[in-house]
């Protein structure tokens, strides 16, 4: 089955640092890759939409300048977050698709900012 | 906009029992809804999905019953287990672009 990879699993950091996320497809070409963010006992919040080649379409409120994503080829997607501040400790979650319906997620990096 | 809503937040479930989960939704455009299984501390893992042209979908234990009329679809876990304890996402998606939009959540509690 299709599997992706996420790392790391969980990060700390120092305010003011940059973290870098990466989330690999292992087994297939995705053709979209989705970044998501979620807060304790909440759901997926979508933050972007990559697709390799092409810049990431953000969701509204997502500050393209502070999460930089880089979709450089059909198995890797990061995720950079920039100038890290408290506020921006989550959990992120990846996302690979190769079809509409044929989504798979990777297991999410904790990120701490301290 | 929510576009998918969820019901209920929470829910506890007696080993052996039935758990009933319920989605609807407000875009007509969707047409296809998957449910996502959650652990803590980990990403969602797909567990059974549905595309309109049927009205319901077994696989094992999981079950999704579909209402078009009504934009409404429910998971069905028979013979819950405790292992089953975890947060359960309704999803959507449709030919207007190929993102999920995600149900608020449930989290299941089977007590032994």
């Known amino acids: 089955g299709a599997v992706v990879s996420q790392h790391p699993s969980w990060v700390i950091c120092k305010s003011g640092t940059s973290v870098k996320i990466e989330c690999r497809s292992l087994d297939f070409q995705a053709t979209t890759m989705f970044w998501y963010r979620q807060f304790p006992k909440q759901s997926l919040m979508l933050m972007a939409t990559?697709?390799?080649?092409?810049?990431?379409?953000?969701e509204q409120g997502v500050e393209k300048d502070k999460f930089l994503i880089n979709h450089a080829s059909l198995t890797l997607s990061t995720l950079t977050v920039t100038s890290a501040h408290p506020e921006d400790s989550s959990f992120y979650i990846c996302?690979?698709?190769?079809?509409?319906?044929?989504?798979?997620f990777g297991s999410g990096t904790r990120l701490t900012v301290v | 906009q929510q576009q998918v809503k969820q019901s209920p937040q929470s829910l506890i479930v007696q080993k052996g029992g039935i758990s009933i989960i319920n989605c609807a939704y407000e875009?007509?455009?969707?047409?296809?809804f998957p449910w996502y299984q959650q652990f803590p501390g980990k990403g969602p893992a797909l567990l059974i999905a549905?595309?309109?042209?049927?009205s319901e979908k077994k696989e094992g234990r999981f079950t999704i019953s579909f209402n078009k009329s009504a934009k409404q679809f429910s998971l069905h876990i028979m013979d819950s287990q405790p292992g089953d304890s975890a947060t359960y996402f309704c999803a959507a998606s449709g030919n207007a672009g190929n993102m999920l939009t995600f149900g608020g959540g449930t989290r299941l509690m089977v007590k032994p």
């Open positions: 875009n007509t455009a969707f047409d296809y």
């Open positions: 996302s690979a698709t190769r079809t509409r319906d044929g989504y798979t």
């Open positions: 990559s697709n390799e080649g092409s810049k990431a379409t953000y």
């Open positions: 549905i595309r309109p042209d049927v």
